[in-house]
């Protein structure tokens, strides 16, 4: 590994040590536990890994979790039925239905069945709403995750030229208006570029901080990038690899060996963004259990 790695790993598990140790004080100056409910529907097996991940991660952290299994053919009506008994629940502070859901259900209303106050994964249009006009809300799991792995890596990002390459309402979005921001931790000058650019590396190359989140591999080459950039690599892919025993192995959009060698930093796959994804949210349950017995 070179030596220009932002180690996600390490900065993920100061998150989820904090939590640990504030969750413990809740639960003795108030004697609550941080109560998160997880809704899984059908049987995707990158959506079964992502669950059981998070659910270790609220053991470590000291949050009491719940897992609805429901198969795929469930009715939509069943999974508003949970989600309003969850939004009722003193004990459930958070609710997460993981993504994607069965096509015979619409996820934007799921989404908007859940309680803002426990929309732990910041996808219900308030939250939504809140962020873009600068109030507290629940920020989104991934793009809080790349704020606070730059911040607690030293990276300014203020009067910074931050170029995001995708638009998705889960990183692209999200990860553009929090750094654009008048906010510490922010005020950067951001471009968004996305697939209906005829040639992304007219943005990429004036990047100071480069935010790839396109979910297809090789999407930024190392001829596309300044010497210096600091990049974080959002995306998540498998491709085939014989010489894993599972028969593939996981990488990012970036072609990391090369554009390593021209980043003054960068994140790796695996190891980087995904990791800080869950302690971000074991965060948001705390928030929103804190929330739940101090409001205001
Ligand atoms: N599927 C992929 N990423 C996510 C996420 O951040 N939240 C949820 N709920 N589902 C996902």
Same mark, same amino acid.
């Given at each position: 590994? +070179? %030596? *220009?790695?932002?180690d996600g ?6 998150i989820?040590d904090?939590?640990?140790e ?13 109560g998160l &409910?997880?809704?899984?529907v059908?049987?995707d097996p990158a959506s079964?890994?992502?669950?059981a991940?998070k ?5 470590y ?8 299994r429901?198969?795929?053919?469930t009715?939509e ?6 989600? =309003?008994?969850? %939004? *009722? ?7 997460l239905?993981?993504l994607p859901? +069965?096509e015979h259900?619409d ?10 106050v426990k929309d732990?994964d910041?996808f219900?249009?308030v %939250? ?11 920020? +989104?799991c991934t +793009?809080?995750g790349i ?5 607690r =890596?030293?990276i #300014?990002?203020?009067?910074k030229?931050v ?6 309402n ?6 553009a ?6 906010? #510490?931790?922010?005020n ?8 209906a650019? &005829? ?9 100071? @901080? ?5 979910g297809?591999v %090789?999407?930024v080459?190392?001829d596309m990038?300044r010497?210096?950039?600091?990049? @974080?690599d ?6 085939a690899d *014989?010489?894993?025993e599972?028969?593939y192995?996981i ?9 390593a060698?021209k #980043?003054?930093?960068?994140t790796?796959v695996?190891g980087?963004?995904g990791?800080?994804? @869950?302690?971000?949210?074991?965060k948001n349950?705390?928030?929103a #259990? ?7």
């Open positions: 590994m +070179p %030596n *220009n790695i932002i790993k390490r900065i993920a598990q100061m989820k904090e939590v640990r504030e969750t413990r004080m809740l639960r003795e100056t108030h004697g609550v536990v941080p &409910a997880f809704l899984l059908g049987d079964r890994t992502y669950v991940s659910e270790r991660a609220c053991d952290c000291g949050i009491h979790s719940v897992t609805l429901l198969p795929a053919e009715h009506a069943e999974v508003h039925d949970k989600i =309003s008994a969850w %939004n *009722n629940d003193p004990e459930i502070h958070g609710i239905v993981q859901l +069965p259900i996820t934007d209303r799921i989404i908007e069945a859940i309680s803002p732990v910041g219900h249009p %939250n939504v709403g809140k962020l873009m006009i600068g109030q507290q809300g629940m920020l +989104p +793009p809080a704020q606070q792995m730059l911040i =890596s030293g #300014a990002t203020e009067g030229h170029v995001v390459i995708g638009r998705s889960i990183v692209g979005k999200p990860i208006n929090i750094l654009l921001q008048k906010a #510490a931790g922010a950067a000058v951001v471009t968004v570029a996305h697939s650019a &005829a040639d992304i590396s007219v943005f990429t190359r004036q990047a100071d @901080i480069l935010i790839v989140a396109t297809r %090789n999407t080459t190392a990038v010497e210096g950039v600091v990049v @974080i959002v995306g998540i892919n498998r491709i *014989n010489t894993r599972r028969g192995r990488v990012g959009d970036v072609d990391f060996d090369a554009v060698e #980043a003054s930093l960068i790796p695996p980087g963004v990791v800080m994804t @869950i302690a971000m949210l074991m349950t705390l928030t #259990a804190r929330h739940a017995v101090m409001p205001g």
